[in-house]
């Protein structure tokens, strides 16, 4: 069984890269004060992370910022009622073809999205999460630092999969809190 998910994940992988090679869009490099419409990608398996993220969500939104989310659950099929919000989605397996690319309604939606700011709060090894951020409309995408995948992203954070979840957030938050202080102060 190891041995056919290798090859779905090199095969995902593969078509990852092309799928990404063909996909052109304008960067611009936001702070999150200077940004209005926010997306976030992570994975829901953990109920404390989940518990994060809400708790993320919310302190952006009392900022002032419309945020979406789109949590990855590593399940077959998600449990019955979970999805009750059109700003608050999961996904799972069930969702996905066979070599782990993402395809439904409510996803591609999420991709076309040309949010401010998408962060991308998954591990940087979730096929799922990666082709949804890799095709994003964002105009500036920020996630953890994988050298495969620099050209995915305007920001990267250096942050290995060892990393909590709470330290990546709070991490990538301050730098994005500082990014363009400077240059956003001179106009």
């Given at each position: ?7 779905r994940?090199r095969?995902?992988?593969?078509l990852l ?13 936001l702070?999150?004060d ?14 404390d ?6 708790s993320?969500?919310?302190s ?8 979406k ?10 449990p019955?009622?979970?999805n ?10 069930k ?7 993402p ?9 076309n999205?040309?949010?401010?700011i998408?962060f991308d ?18 105009k ?8 495969k995948?620099?050209d995915?992203?305007?920001v ?23 990014l363009?202080k ?6």
């Amino acid at each position: 069984m190891a041995y056919f998910q290798n090859i779905r994940n090199r095969v995902g992988e593969y078509l990852l890269r092309k799928q990404h090679a063909g996909y052109t869009r304008t960067r611009t490099i936001l702070n999150i004060d200077s940004a209005n419409t926010i997306g976030i990608l992570y994975c829901g398996d953990n109920p404390d992370d989940v518990e994060l993220m809400r708790s993320y969500i919310q302190s952006l939104r009392n900022i002032g910022k419309q945020v979406k989310s789109l949590g990855f659950m590593r399940v077959k099929e998600l449990p019955l009622g979970l999805n009750g919000s059109m700003m608050h989605q999961y996904f799972a397996r069930k969702e996905l073809n066979w070599y782990g690319k993402p395809s439904s309604q409510f996803i591609n939606s999420f991709v076309n999205d040309e949010f401010d700011i998408l962060f991308d709060f998954g591990i940087p090894t979730q096929l799922p999460i990666m082709f949804i951020s890799s095709m994003s409309k964002a105009k500036c995408k920020v996630g953890r630092y994988m050298e495969k995948y620099t050209d995915f992203y305007d920001v990267m954070i250096e942050a290995d999969e060892s990393k909590k979840l709470d330290f990546v957030v709070g991490t990538t938050h301050n730098y994005m809190m500082q990014l363009n202080k400077k240059a956003n102060n001179i106009i």
